[in-house]
């Protein structure tokens, strides 16, 4: 592809330059490596972000327990790291240190790596999933464990996808919501704790946009800006200023500013409209962003700033990315899960010093990029 740029000349008349390419989208990992899940090849911890291979043509990503998740750019889909219970979908409980591509096909168009099972969508709005099943998180209608990509149901309108440890949550092209799996807590937003194996709507509502599902918990923003969570709220995770578990969706504020939400174990973190990031719930390891380790329950600020692109909450850590391209860090080091070495910090801090950084995910106890 050429990229050109027009300038009039004086008298008449348009010069035509080019334009230098965009820059190449390599993909990064770092953090915990016990069972390959950075896909570098080997099983060596990393302590700040390593390039994966030479590719440039990886489009989305998602980092799981121990394993990772990718899309490329002609629609392939690729998993690596830690395989028990199949969760790599390569048909085997075989771990992998590098990425595979998952079957030939070239319609994967999003994806969610859960704590030990994985999500898909394709481009026809199919749904499929693989990996652990103990308690109905595939949506299969079962609890059996699938190594390979197993479609849910028959529908042909998934949009996006959520998996946790131990349920799953969906949204609809109509708006609607759905979930299944482990209810104990009343994360499934049903107003009950009975499990389900196979999908189940959350009341009637169709202006649901965007999900997350949490370790015992979920999260979700309505098309009208406003956010709800349910579920196990031991931390405040839920953000009602209390420690009371939901078992149905119940709005956190009146405001109607909310853009996106993250939160895979017990905090959560969400971006509003206006370029500022919030959090709350546990804030051990300073896990909040907040310059100390202290559990809030309700959204607090994480600083002034108002170009905050991005947010992924991991297990222990969190990783932003800013609208000018940087990347950043905070929470728990543990094995280099915020590339910002062995120490953990409390506030946002910079992760090196590149502005190209266009996709980030923070996994149990490793983070994956693009930029």
Known sequence: MEFTAGFTLVGGGTFVAPLPPPPPVYLWAWGNNSNGNLGDGTTINRYSPVQ???LTTWAKIDAGGNHTMAIKTDGTIWTWGLNNS????????????????????????????????????????????????????LGLGNVTNYSSPV?????TTWLSIAVAVFHSMAVKTDGTMWAWGNNFNGQLGLGDTTNRSSPVQIGSLTTWSSIDAGYYHSAAIKTDGTMWSWGRNSYGQLGH??????????????????????????????????????????????????GDTT???SPVQIGVLT??????????????IKTDGTLWAWGSAGVGATGLGFSNFSSPKQV????????????SSHSIAIG
């Open 52 to 54: 994966i291979g030479a």
């Open 86 to 137: 199949g969760r790599l979908g390569l048909g085997n409980t075989t771990s992998y240190s590098s990425p595979k591509q998952v079957g030939a096909l070239t319609t994967w168009s999003n994806i969610d790596a859960g704590g030990e099972s994985s999500l898909a969508i394709k481009t026809d709005g199919t749904m499929w999933a693989w990996g652990r099943n103990n308690e109905g998180q």
């Open 151 to 155: 479609q849910v149901g028959a529908l």
């Open 241 to 290: 200023g209390n420690t009371t578990d939901r078992s149905s969706p119940n709005q956190i504020g009146s405001l109607t500013t909310w853009s996106k939400i993250t939160g895979k174990y017990d905090h959560i973190m969400a971006i509003k409209t206006d370029g500022t990031v919030w959090s709350w719930g546990n804030g051990a390891d300073g896990r909040l962003g907040l």
């Open 295 to 297: 559990t809030r329950s």
């Open 307 to 320: 170009t905050w692109l991005s947010v992924s909450a991991g297990a222990y850590h969190s990783q932003a």
């Open 352 to 363: 090196g010093a590149l502005t190209n950084w266009l996709r980030v995910s923070a996994g």
